[in-house]
């Protein structure tokens, strides 16, 4: 009994010592820190997203409507007049700006998936990252990620109930949440809609692109966007308030920025300005302003895209990103606004979005873009059922063909040249291809060896089909790529011969159409395609492969045989998707019929069909052959 005072006793001095440490390491942390308290804080982090949301409908940008709490965003911080979406369209977008790599590389750059990306080994989302150093990490709500992942370890919470409010006390957070209002759904309206409900903004009085036709429908769907812009302007406002409320303001930096491009035709889902490039503007807050080389209020010319988000929130966070992440910050410690406004180059993708396939890659440099079409020979707007839900997009295919569009408007339903050079400074919406104009022959020259270089370096995964990347690549697409360089380097090279006069192309060409490996004869076959009715001497060494045992390869000899006329397609093609036995075998089969039939009048009896795989996106090709899809001013059936 007598014990327990002199326990007490020692328990007290404990306690006090232990006081007077602390008193001591918060007095060392004044001196370290000059006596500024909140030099010992970690910034907050929130990003609010648009979706489906470009340049070209923002006053801040020169186009558009007007956003007072955007505006407001870019008085008190930095307006980004070259951000990049990597990809125009979500889920490739998203799981970009989630990881900092580029999509394909990694694996994941097919929208919608068919098969998750496994990420390589020890790699984590920079959210994750966040989390792990003691960030509490948020999402409301959206993910739509293309890679294998654990959602607690990527968010504290992630629902629309997710808030920075429900985190401990003093905690700093990541809060992202994203604003669906200006989403492709909210214009697809129906034709009573059209007849009957008045926009806010005026449709006389938008300003069209020049390769959309001008009619009132065209002016009424740009009108309705416009009115869902101010709409995301004002519920981004609110979460500023409540920021502003809580007294967090000027301890958080808030990026406000479009997932992608926008959504009135040719906008999402294609590789143009208009489906990747986004707004950006970087409200900077008052008690972390010394961590940006930048006054409030200004704008930079310095080139971003998604790849470089998750460096720049860890940069200022204090933290360092993966050795194996693709971008790099462009704010915080060590980065100058003289280094960033340096930056003028961005590389972006677009493959498979639902059930429509392509292969392009753009390269953004200075004023220039440079695409290049690898499937070229697929026009922009072949079908892809859920596009066609827009009036718009249905109008604009009547007025092609009914012969009624002007030059500029045309180019949307027509081939595409293998490679595309626009000076967007001169001509911001990209209808004025130089690539053959003698004038630009070295800067063409440059930026095709800036490319070449380029999807060599990433190891392009899309030089596979999807069935063969699926199957093969996606344990780790990077550690996949890395072993496989040198195929995807030949394969590279057969897709190059495009770019060649077809006399210096013919005889490489005809040597790749007499490989033993599958991959190079798909991509042989692709080329000719690409080529076009200049390639038509390779016929006799084309028709040899419609029997070969590759689906793939049997695929893409059809197509080619077929594009210029040199032979009926559709037998082997109907035979190859009698005996796929993948989803992805069946689309990608899917996409040459149905370019086939409504570009160059093959018929098609989808009766004759016995697949053995139904699901997934191949539902949606099959309902198109089969002259079922709704219609967006067709009533729904009654139940």
Same mark, same amino acid.
């Given at each position: 009994?007598?014990?327990?005072?002199?326990?007490?006793?020692?328990?007290?001095?404990?306690?006090?010592?232990?006081?007077?440490?602390?008193?001591?390491?918060?007095?060392?942390?004044?001196?370290?820190t000059g006596g500024n308290?909140?030099?010992?804080?970690?910034?907050?982090?929130?990003?609010?997203?648009?979706?489906?949301?470009?340049?070209?409908?923002?006053?801040?940008?020169?186009?558009? =409507?007007?956003?007072?709490?955007?505006?407001?965003?870019?008085? /008190?911080?930095?307006?980004?007049?070259?951000?990049?979406?990597?990809?125009?369209?979500?889920?490739?977008?998203?799981?970009?700006?989630?990881?900092?790599?580029?999509?394909?590389?990694? @694996?994941?750059?097919?929208?919608?998936?068919?098969?998750? $990306?496994?990420?390589?080994?020890?790699?984590?989302?920079?959210?994750?990252?966040?989390?792990?150093?003691?960030?509490?990490?948020?999402?409301?709500?959206?993910?739509?990620?293309?890679?294998?992942?654990?959602?607690?370890?990527?968010?504290?919470?992630?629902?629309?109930?997710?808030?920075?409010?429900?985190?401990?006390?003093?905690?700093?957070?990541?809060?992202?949440?994203?604003?669906?209002?200006?989403?492709? !759904?909210?214009?697809?309206?129906?034709?009573?809609?059209?007849?009957?409900?008045?926009?806010?903004?005026?449709?006389?009085?938008?300003?069209?692109?020049?390769?959309?036709?001008?009619?009132?429908?065209?002016?009424? +769907?740009?009108?309705?966007?416009?009115?869902r812009i101010q709409i995301?302007?004002?519920?981004?406002?609110?979460?500023?308030?409540?920021? +502003?409320?809580?007294?967090?303001?000027? /301890? =958080?930096?808030?990026?406000?920025?479009? /997932?992608?491009?926008?959504?009135? &035709?040719?906008?999402?889902?294609?590789?143009?300005?208009?489906?990747?490039?986004? &707004?950006?503007?970087?409200?900077?807050?008052?008690? %972390?302003?010394?961590?940006?080389?930048?006054?409030? @209020?200004?704008?930079?010319?310095?080139?971003? !895209?998604?790849? /470089? %988000?998750?460096?720049?929130?860890?940069?200022?966070?204090?933290?360092?990103?993966?050795?194996? =992440?693709?971008?790099?910050?462009?704010?915080?410690?060590?980065?100058?606004?003289?280094?960033?406004?340096?930056?003028?180059?961005v590389f972006c993708y677009?493959?498979?979005?639902?059930?429509?396939?392509?292969?392009?890659? +753009?390269?953004?440099?200075?004023?220039?873009?440079?695409?290049?079409?690898?499937?070229?020979?697929?026009?922009?707007?072949?079908?892809?059922?859920?596009?066609?839900?827009?009036?718009?997009?249905?109008?604009?295919?009547?007025?092609?063909?009914?012969?009624?569009?002007?030059?500029?408007?045309?180019?949307?339903?027509?081939?595409?040249?293998?490679?595309?050079?626009?000076?967007?400074?001169?001509?911001?919406?990209?209808?004025?291809?130089?690539?053959?104009?003698?004038?630009? $022959?070295?800067?063409?020259?440059?930026?095709? =060896?800036?490319?070449?270089? *380029?999807?060599?370096?990433?190891?392009?995964?899309?030089?596979? &089909?999807?069935?063969?990347?699926?199957?093969? $690549?996606? #344990?780790?697409?990077?550690?996949? @790529?890395?072993?496989?360089?040198?195929?995807?380097?030949?394969?590279?090279?057969?897709?190059?011969?495009?770019?060649?006069?077809?006399?210096?192309?013919?005889?490489?060409?005809?040597?790749?159409?007499?490989?033993?490996?599958?991959?190079?004869?798909?991509?042989?076959?692709?080329?000719? !395609?690409?080529?076009?009715?200049? $390639?038509?001497?390779?016929?006799?060494?084309?028709?040899?492969?419609?029997?070969?045992?590759?689906?793939?390869?049997?695929?893409?000899?059809?197509?080619?045989?077929?594009?210029?006329?040199?032979?009926?397609?559709?037998?082997?093609?109907?035979?190859?998707?009698?005996?796929?036995?993948?989803?992805?075998?069946?689309?990608?089969?899917?996409?040459?019929?149905?370019?086939?039939?409504?570009?160059?009048?093959?018929?098609?009896?989808?009766?004759?069909?016995?697949? #053995?795989?139904?699901?997934?996106?191949?539902?949606?090709?099959?309902?198109?052959?089969?002259?079922?899809?709704?219609?967006?001013?067709? #009533? *729904?059936? *009654?139940?």
């Open positions: 009994m007598e014990l327990a005072p002199a326990v007490d006793c020692l328990f007290n001095r404990a306690r006090s010592m232990h006081k007077l440490i602390l008193s001591l390491c918060a007095f060392l942390v004044l001196l370290l308290a909140v030099a010992a804080k970690r910034p907050n982090f929130v990003f609010l997203v648009s979706e489906d949301n470009s340049i070209h409908y923002l006053k801040l940008y020169g186009y558009g =409507t007007s956003t007072p709490n955007i505006e407001a965003l870019a008085k /008190d911080g930095l307006t980004f007049n070259h951000a990049f979406s990597n990809s125009p369209v979500c889920s490739v977008a998203r799981s970009t700006l989630a990881t900092s790599l580029l999509a394909p590389r990694a @694996g994941f750059q097919y929208h919608r998936k068919s098969a998750m $990306a496994n990420l390589p080994k020890g790699y984590l989302p920079w959210s994750a990252m966040l989390r792990k150093a003691g960030y509490y990490t948020a999402n409301n709500s959206k993910t739509d990620y293309n890679f294998v992942h654990n959602m607690k370890e990527l968010w504290n919470e992630s629902s629309r109930r997710a808030s920075w409010r429900n985190r401990a006390d003093g905690q700093p957070f990541f809060y992202m949440q994203s604003i669906g209002q200006s989403h492709e !759904s909210s214009l697809h309206f129906s034709r009573q809609v059209f007849e009957n409900e008045k926009t806010k903004h005026d449709p006389a009085k938008v300003k069209l692109a020049p390769y959309h036709p001008d009619t009132p429908i065209f002016r009424y +769907t740009h009108a309705r966007y416009l009115d995301i302007d004002g519920l981004l406002g609110n979460v500023v308030k409540q920021l +502003t409320a809580d007294g967090l303001l000027e /301890d =958080t930096f808030i990026f406000y920025f479009g /997932d992608h491009g926008g959504v009135l &035709p040719r906008g999402k889902g294609y590789a143009y300005e208009s489906g990747l490039h986004v &707004p950006l503007v970087v409200r900077i807050p008052k008690n %972390f302003a010394h961590l940006v080389d930048h006054k409030r @209020g200004a704008r930079t010319d310095g080139f971003v !895209s998604f790849i /470089d %988000f998750g460096p720049t929130v860890l940069n200022l966070a204090g933290l360092k990103p993966h050795k194996l =992440t693709d971008g790099r910050a462009f704010l915080g410690q060590s980065v100058s606004a003289k280094d960033l406004a340096a930056r003028d180059e677009a493959d498979r979005f639902d059930e429509k396939y392509d292969l392009v890659r +753009t390269l953004r440099k200075g004023k220039y873009t440079y695409i290049r079409n690898l499937h070229g020979f697929y026009p922009d707007a072949l079908q892809n059922n859920y596009r066609y839900k827009m009036l718009a997009y249905t109008e604009w295919r009547e007025l092609a063909k009914a012969g009624k569009l002007n030059a500029a408007q045309i180019q949307f339903h027509q081939r595409r040249p293998a490679e595309q050079l626009f000076d967007v400074e001169a001509d911001p919406h990209e209808v004025s291809n130089l690539a053959e104009d003698p004038k630009y $022959a070295k800067v063409l020259a440059d930026l095709r =060896t800036r490319m070449q270089k *380029k999807l060599r370096e990433v190891n392009d995964l899309s030089f596979y &089909p999807e069935s063969f990347m699926v199957q093969n $690549a996606l #344990k780790d697409g990077v550690a996949f @790529g890395d072993s496989n360089h040198k195929e995807i380097d030949r394969l590279a090279d057969i897709a190059d011969l495009a770019l060649l006069p077809f006399e210096q192309a013919h005889k490489p060409l005809a040597a790749a159409l007499k490989a033993t490996q599958p991959m190079e004869l798909y991509w042989a076959c692709a080329t000719a !395609s690409v080529i076009g009715e200049e $390639a038509s001497p390779l016929v006799p060494l084309v028709k040899k492969l419609l029997n070969h045992e590759n689906l793939m390869v049997r695929m893409r000899a059809a197509e080619f045989l077929g594009s210029i006329k040199a032979a009926d397609p559709m037998p082997a093609l109907l035979s190859v998707l009698n005996s796929a036995k993948t989803e992805q075998e069946l689309m990608l089969t899917f996409n040459a019929v149905v370019y086939l039939r409504d570009y160059k009048g093959y018929q098609f009896d989808p009766a004759k069909l016995a697949l #053995k795989f139904k699901g997934g996106e191949v539902v949606r090709r099959t309902s198109y052959l089969e002259g079922s899809p709704r219609r967006p001013d067709r #009533k *729904k059936p *009654k139940k």
